[in-house]
């Protein structure tokens, strides 16, 4: 599911091909997609209003139109958004087509059918996206953007500190902080050297900076490379390249960047997570409590006597770490071309007439 980098991406590629145009009408095959109207008053509602701005908050890509509303677009597991000439033939997953003044369409596809689109009018008074005038803020419940200027190490302590739970589930809590999901946790807790099953309240003030600091840098690197292409997720100018460059995130088995020990995986809270366990120490009263907090996985090996479980990969051990980096990297890389051509194969197939026909416009 897209994160914060690649909802970012998204939101920059579509800020460059929208922003000025006019939406003309709306048409959608799949109404759930729709979170505040039903097709008809939808299509009512945004046709006429002109695109002001791009943004982001937390995992939604934000797009303020005139007349005080905007469009929250929410991509879930396989949403995606495309820019294209009208004429461009219609794809069975595409739910929503916003339909604009100079001849192009706005198309959200979505293959599961998670994604979410609403849209909302400002509060003249407070100024935020609100369901209704007067009524509750749309982005009430959500904590800050970890990469915000104002987000400093003592608001992090700060709020680390009024929380009991275990890292893993905590860097996923929205209202804790947003846009951190499944891969950036896992890739911020070992670069951090911290155990996800670690307790909030067990951290040093060390740990405490160092988590702080892997979470900014991992999501800005990330936001640079434009992100994971991982599974569904590709933005309107293509692919990012993040996935090349995760240490631990689905490396199952593969040696540890850092000591070349194998990553492992085990399941906390139904999510895969993924880490080293060698740089990734529990103390022995977090293991304690460790086992109930698992109690509800899913998945994985089970194995008597374990406290949780652990899906240990092939013999690694004893690579040097030149072996094991360049081990890594070509996983990395295969990894990266199965998934590219996976994309490109679904596109194709959903794709009646000529094959370049799914290309966004440039
Ligand atoms: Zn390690």
Redo the contacts with the bound molecule.
Sequence with gaps: MPELPEVETVARDLRQRIVGATITGARCSWARTLRTHAPEAFAVAVTGRRVESVGRRAKQVVVELTGEAALTIHLKMTGQLFVVPAATPEDPYVRLILELEDGREIRFRDIRKFGKIGLYGRDPLTGELVTEVGGAAVFAALGPEPLDDAFTVRDFRRRLRRRSGRLKPLLLDQSFVVGVGNIYADEAL?AARLHPLRTAGTLRPTDERHLYDSIRTILAEAVERRGSSIDDYTAPDGDGSMQEHLQVYQRTGEP??????P?KRIVVGSRSTHL?????RLSAADRKGAAAALRTMTGGRRRAGRRWTEIPGEGTLGLTPDEAARAASRAGTDRTKRAAATRRAAARASVPAEPSSSVPVR
């Design positions: 070992w540890c960047p850092r000591c070349g020990r990553v080293c366990s060698w740089c990734q």
